[in-house]
């Protein structure tokens, strides 16, 4: 692009006074794109699209982040730079099967009686396949339902909800404990192989997850990983009940941009809190802490409380390490 001098001029006012922009070096760690791609990309497919400032450097819009971390995670699953590169935020979103997730959020109240009813009747089909500790079955329909709505329609719709439904079975004895034992276990290694197989490869930002010393449930931090790693995010996991000092040193180590938390209803909320607030004590003031869960505090300074897994979710894609 060839710029007269007194568009040049215009260009710098208004890319240096315009705190919406970035360096390409900025750019480049926002989003785990290295600067040499970023720059090849630009030439190869006219995106991103920077400006230039007259010294010749670039000048991105930082609006570009989200659709740049969501290329960068389409790539870690296999998708070609030719393909995905110049895509809008919407076609990468139908293209990783997040459509249906931001669509079924946006009328999430209004959800149809029909579907409502085949989500119940999944349950208890489910429900019936725990009765026969038939795991076949049951893994069928975790698949069948992770590939009809996706990962995280499937974490919050499906599985949640399921352990749910096996929880008041247990309640009123129509299920047994062995029973809720098999579906634990059945989700535990179904969730487990997927994660991680969407976070192998992956570099970036990082989310440190664990759980607090003394704890039992191991679902709760099984869901939140499913949910980063749908993300740009590189999920780092400790696994349930370690102790402090651990947490603290590997996050100390590894500089996590997020600490993510789930604080099961075994927690005394003032327990936890005592806890809590040892490791934002020691973690760095740049780590976000993330807590959910039915026996997390709520309003703790330097905690971030979540009740929903898509609220957990929305900060994921909207996490700037930039303005901590
Ligand atoms: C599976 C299960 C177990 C398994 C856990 C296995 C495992 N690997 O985790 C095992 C067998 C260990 C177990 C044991 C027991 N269990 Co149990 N268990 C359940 C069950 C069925 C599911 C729990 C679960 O993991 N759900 C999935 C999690 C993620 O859901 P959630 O905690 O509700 O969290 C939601 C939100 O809070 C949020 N969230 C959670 N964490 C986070 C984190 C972040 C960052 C965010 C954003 C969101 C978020 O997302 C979730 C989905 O919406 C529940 C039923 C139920 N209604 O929950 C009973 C249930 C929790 N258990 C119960 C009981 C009584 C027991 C036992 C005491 C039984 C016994 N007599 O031995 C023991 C106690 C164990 C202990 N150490 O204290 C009761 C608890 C009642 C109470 N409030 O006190 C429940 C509710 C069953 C019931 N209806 O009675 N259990």
Redesign the pocket.
Known sequence: MNLNIQTKEKLMTDVTKIDDYLSIGELASMTGIGVHTLRVWEKRYGSPHSQRLPSGHRRYPKAEVPRLRAIASALESGYRPSKVVTATMEELQRLMGLQSFVESKADAHNAGQAEQTSKEMWIESGVKSIHGYDDGALLNGFHEQWGRHGALNF??HF??PL??????G??TGELT?SH??F???C??SFLSEKWRQMNIRKQGPTVLITTLPGE?????????AV?TSVTNFKVIYLG?DNPLEDIITAAKNYQPDIL???????FNPEFAETLLYKIRKELSPKTLM?????G?PRNLPGVTY????D??YD?LVNFNPSTR
């Open positions: 974490v919050i599985a949640a352990l749910e439904r096996v929880g008041k247990w309640e404990v809720e034992h579906t634990s276990e989700m535990v039992s449930y191991s679902l709760g931090i099984l869901l939140c949910v349930i993510t938390m789930s604080i099961s209803h075994v993330v807590t959910g869960g039915k997390s979540l009740t929903e897994l609220k957990y900060l």
